[in-house]
């Protein structure tokens, strides 16, 4: 996986968020986004992502939910929708809307969000709450 190059200064501002890969045929579907911090700007990333968390955590439709860091200024995304149906139900509420906030993605990310678009095809249950 590439991770997507910086913007430079004079590039600025960019789009907030960069999406691909395909909606296919429906079933478990999820997003995979990578994000890139300008220097000096983690703690405001991942207040970014501490205000998606609250976001999501009323969507019916979005399942597993994880924010991760890979590095000193990568971090990312993984999550997981029902379909497609709950997939765009995502994009439409408030975690789309934040990075939907142009001028705040440019005050923190280097680059745009890349968000991918991606098909669940096994997972393993853990760390459910079990129904009797």
Known sequence: MTQPAEVPTSERPHSGVVMTGHDGDDGVKAFYILIEA????????????????RCVQDEPATGPWYAVQHSPTTFAIFEVFPDIAGR????????????????????????????????????????TARTV
């Open 38 to 53: 300008l220097p000096g700007k983690t703690a405001e990333v991942r207040t970014m992502l501490a205000d998606i968390l």
């Open 88 to 127: 765009r139900a995502h994009v439409a509420g408030g975690g789309g809307d934040i990075f939907r906030d142009i001028e705040r993605m440019n005050d923190i990310l280097a680059a745009p969000a890349h968000v991918q678009k991606v098909d669940v095809l096994m997972s393993k249950q853990v760390f």
